[in-house]
């Protein structure tokens, strides 16, 4: 596949969707979102053509040339050198350039026979625009250190899967999903891991300034109490905030995000050292969700709401032992989850079964902890059932901005499976192409 034509043509869409403005003064709000979106296109193609060609300088630098490497006939020692020089990026930068380069290239033979690139799929998705380099060298790396226990297929399986799930992903996003894939991956490598990082964590106080600092680095099993507790207290002070008869008061509360964490942590220990008062959390609960084989078997790995990296189960297990912590066991009976007309307000099985299905805000992907389960077909307007088909989570920014945009909501399937879709308006996207929202953005099908 020709990587050229396709970055002329990416710059020619650039062009026309500049349409003459002399500066982005001149853009209207149409011509913004099309001239990013332009430029998002052309600058990850413009990636994949400089990793092939980076790959190709890097074999032209090879040791074995001496004297006649490439890199070394224009004054450099290594390829990553000029790389790095001419590119103004730096050597880790230039080094991840070539590594994509190699994985991505066509190949040959010892007979000079032309072979497919190592990850073509990954190759195809760089030449369409659709993932950028940094995103094809997280999932090259990950496909890399699996190959030996997941086996060819497998991996060509994860590699398929990967380059659809990442495309039009940020980068933080595909870290996440590239930690639930490793952990399907190589569920036996989830436990050496977990130990490895709980060998790590450490929490150090320090005293300068007058001023008492505290820096703490923790695994997911110790953080995911902390995390939550602190997520609750900010989410209660916030819908405090929101109810207050007159929030623009000059004793308001205007206290930042870090702020509240800090008071929240002072509560609790005030709280642990013998205060009697009730600290707010928002109904705040740490859920760790893992599938009923992998219980009995007690292999495999589990995840922890508002936490990226899966823990395996022994962990999984001695969370689920400790207080406030609800083990969530796919494959057990449940609950009734459907009230229809009978209740306004989502029950909290019908809430802990919202989260499984959407993992946090299905908008946004805020932790379960800092939403609340909304009607998409409203209570008192449309007359809407307090099901599980009709709900949904969302944090308060994601609420407004659908009805205040005109955003829809579709599920699709029933229960904790079903999947949610968010249509733009038409102003956003015309054809109203609908978008993949909730925990499906993330997993990986086994």
């Known amino acids: ?53 980076a790959a190709r300088i890097a074999y032209e630098s090879r040791t074995e040339l001496g004297s006649g490497s490439l890199a070394k006939e224009h004054g450099y020692r290594t390829a990553g050198k000029l790389l790095a020089a001419t590119g103004g990026i730096s050597a880790g930068d230039a080094s991840r350039l070539v590594k994509v380069g190699e994985a ?28 950028s380099i940094a995103a094809a060298g997280l999932i090259i790396a990950l496909l890399d250190r699996c190959r030996v226990v997941a086996g ?50 450490s929490c150090t106080i320090f005293e300068r300034d007058g001023m008492v600092h505290l820096n703490a680095v923790l695994d997911a099993e110790t953080a995911a109490p902390v995390v939550t507790a602190l997520r609750g207290y900010v989410t209660a002070a916030f819908n405090a905030r929101m109810d207050a008869p007159t929030p623009d008061a000059a004793d308001a509360d205007r206290r930042t995000v870090p702020m509240l964490q800090a008071d929240a942590l002072a509560m609790f220990c005030a709280h642990v050292l013998g205060c009697e008062s009730r600290v707010p959390l928002a109904g705040a609960t740490v859920i760790v ?27 999984a297990r001695r969370m689920a032992a400790a207080g406030g912590i609800i083990p969530w066991v796919c494959g057990g009976k ?66 407004h901005r659908i009805h205040d945009n005109g955003w829809d909501i579709r599920i699709d399937g029933t229960g904790v499976t079903a999947r949610v879709w968010f249509i733009p308006p038409a102003y956003v996207d015309p054809a109203r192409t609908p978008r993949t929202g909730g925990r499906h953005r993330f997993d990986i099908a086994a």
């Open 1 to 53: 596949m020709s990587k050229l034509p396709g970055l002329v043509e990416a710059v020619t869409r650039l062009e026309d969707a500049w349409a003459g403005a002399d500066d982005a003064t001149g853009l209207s709000r149409e011509q913004l979102i099309a001239v990013n979106d332009a430029i998002g296109v052309v600058q990850r193609r413009l990636e994949a053509t400089h990793a092939d060609v």
């Open 104 to 131: 991505t290239a066509p190949r040959t033979d010892l007979l000079g026979a032309k072979l497919p690139a190592r990850y073509e799929l990954l190759r195809e998705a760089l030449a369409s625009g659709a993932l």
């Open 152 to 201: 060819v297929g497998r991996i060509g399986l994860a590699e398929e899967i990967l380059a659809e799930r990442c495309a039009g992903l940020g980068l933080d996003d595909v870290r996440k999903v590239i930690a639930r894939a490793e952990a399907w991956l190589d569920p036996d490598g989830v436990e050496p891991k977990d130990e490895e990082r709980r060998a790590k964590r």
């Open 289 to 315: 969700r893992l599938t009923l084989d992998d219980l009995r078997a007690g292999s495999g790995a589990a995840t922890v709401d508002g936490m990226d990296h899966p823990v395996n189960i022994g962990a």
């Open 334 to 399: 449940s609950e009734v989850l459907d009230w229809g007309r009978e209740r306004r307000l989502f029950t909290r099985a019908q809430r802990l079964a919202l989260a499984e299905r959407d993992g946090g805000c299905a908008m946004c992907g805020l932790p379960p902890g800092m939403t609340k389960a909304h009607h998409i077909k409203w209570w008192t307007r449309d007359h809407g059932p307090t099901d599980l088909s009709n709900g949904v989570l969302l944090c308060e920014t994601c609420h």
